[in-house]
């Protein structure tokens, strides 16, 4: 082999190993949307999670914080996701992993929320790319509930460095409505129910009723003293 062609040989092993091992076997954008539906109908959670673009999960996440500055209580920390102490370890959290504990809360919680989006199924039917980092993909939607007719969407992917990542879809604005106005109990947390003060009970005196007279009956009319009359002595 000659000495130019072992140069470029050396000089596509160092480009090759330069470029992440992902960018070589990257999905293209109709395999990511097909995933994406997929993993809301199975309900995998981490999995969907990955298919989401980190500006999809930041906007659950502000449905999260919605949540979370409504409720004095710490119920949804607990219950919705998944037993955080406090906002203060929520807050440590990255965007993947607070859309993966949503999730799952709100299935356990209210599983009905989620039967638009779990309870049907859909068919990629094409791409329409705009320029070489977004792609457009068309898909169609058939629920599961009797009667209810096919619909043709929309998603919208971009490009970025692990792959195409769903950026906006009608499945991630539906999802944000649920998240940002799941109904919160408004009862007192558990464990900090007042204490009553134990003693004796004192019961409020009786209101005073005023007397009267039996029906039918008048109240004697004052006496006189006749004319002529010598009044008492005292």
């Known amino acids: 082999m000659s000495r130019t ?27 990511v949307a097909d995933e994406f539906q997929r993993g809301f109908q199975s309900m995998a959670w981490a999995g969907l999670a990955q298919r989401v673009h980190p500006d999809a ?15 004095s ?4 920390l607990e219950h919705l ?12 959290l990255d965007d ?12 356990a919680q209210s599983p009905g929320l989620l039967s638009s989006l779990v309870s049907r199924r859909s068919h990629v039917l094409g791409t329409v790319m705009e320029g070489g980092d977004t792609a457009h993909v068309v898909y169609r939607i058939v629920s599961l509930v009797q009667g209810a007719e096919p619909e043709v969407k929309v998603m919208t992917l971009l490009r970025t460095n692990a792959g195409w990542k769903v950026h906006d879809a009608d499945e991630i604005r539906v999802l ?5 106005g799941f109904p919160i109990p408004r009862g007192s947390p558990q464990g ?12 409020a005196p009786a209101p005073r009723r005023r007397a009267r007279m039996p029906t039918g009956e008048s109240a004697p009319a004052p006496t006189r003293p006749r004319p002529g009359a010598t009044p008492p002595r005292c």
Not at 63 to 71: G, H, K, M, Q, S
Not at 81 to 92: Q, T
Not at 96 to 107: D, L, N, S, T
């Open 57 to 71: 999960l930041a906007y659950i996440r502000l449905a999260v914080r919605i949540v979370l500055d409504t409720d």
């Open 96 to 107: 993947e992993e607070v859309f993966r504990r949503i999730m799952a809360g709100v299935q």
């Open 192 to 203: 900090s129910r007042s204490r009553r003060v134990s003693g004796p009970r004192v019961r």
């Open 73 to 76: 209580t710490g119920w949804a």
């Open 5 to 31: 062609g072992l140069a470029g040989l050396l000089a596509l092993g160092l480009w090759a190993s330069a470029v992440p091992a992902s960018a070589f076997a990257q999905s293209p954008p109709e395999q």
């Open 81 to 92: 996701l998944g037993g955080i102490p406090d906002r203060a370890a929520y807050e440590r």
């Open 176 to 180: 944000h409505t649920a998240v940002r």
